[in-house]
């Protein structure tokens, strides 16, 4: 059965320091892996997305994301981040082998950045 | 121009009632998607339509009936309240129910049951 992981519960970072959110993916085939934002009382928001092609995948707000099949791991960075940038973050994945629309998400990762 | 709307934002009942929670999509998608998030935040999907056909039915309590009566809308109603189902509820769409289709969600739906 397909799962996601995300370790941290909670990220902590400094305004203008890089940023990281963890990953890590379980699927039978090859993942298709998605990462939202979620601020309060708000609906999650698309940020980026993983299907083929480079590992390294741009997407809204600065952020993007690196694609490690060995490690099977698709964690969310960004370069310098932004107090604005605190919000709850959802890892989320299918696999090609999967029933047509089911995703699953991660259990999130509040970031919080302090000024 | 909002793309997937939800009313009510907020909704708070009694145990034992029935409610119901709309969802519209002016995004012209093909498939539309009930999800729970709890209090913890854990977001879990019970069902999606795709064009107004039922293809995904977690395993959700049938007092929960989706309901589709255009691929536009997406309605969620619910029979015998209990204390457990308080939770926010977001309807979502994408194009069509492909692997890759990215979902778009609504703003959610805060159900408080006492």
């Known amino acids: 059965a397909q799962s996601v992981a995300q370790p941290e519960d909670q990220v902590n970072v400094a305004e203008g320091n890089p940023l990281t959110v963890k990953c890590t993916y379980s699927?039978?085939?090859?993942?298709?892996l998605f990462w939202y934002v979620q601020y309060p009382n708000r609906g999650l928001q698309f940020l980026l997305k993983y299907i083929t092609g480079d590992n390294l995948v741009k997407g809204s707000y600065g952020f993007e994301a690196e694609f490690n099949k060995s490690q099977t791991s698709f964690h969310l960075k960004k370069p310098s981040a932004l107090v604005s940038d605190s919000a709850l973050y959802f890892c989320?994945?299918?696999?090609?082998?999967?029933?047509?629309?089911?995703?699953?998400f991660g259990s999130g990762t509040r970031l919080s950045i302090r000024p | 121009d909002t793309a997937v709307s939800q009313t009510p934002k907020y909704l708070v009942t009694q145990m034992g009632n029935d409610k119901s929670i709309k969802c519209e999509q002016n995004l012209g998608h093909d498939t539309m998607y009930w999800y729970k998030q709890d209090s913890k935040k854990f977001l879990k999907i019970m069902f999606s339509y795709n064009n107004k056909e039922l293809i995904i039915n977690e395993t959700v309590p049938n007092r929960f009936s989706p309901k589709s009566p255009d691929k536009a809308h997406l309605n969620l109603h619910i029979n015998s309240l209990e204390l457990g189902d308080s939770a926010v509820y977001f309807c979502?769409?994408?194009?069509?129910?492909?692997?890759?289709?990215?979902?778009?969600f609504g703003p959610g739906t805060r159900l408080t049951v006492l």
């Open positions: 699927v039978s085939g090859n993942p298709y």
């Open positions: 989320a994945v299918r696999d090609i082998g999967s029933s047509a629309s089911k995703i699953i």
């Open positions: 979502a769409s994408s194009q069509g129910a492909g692997s890759t289709d990215t979902q778009y």
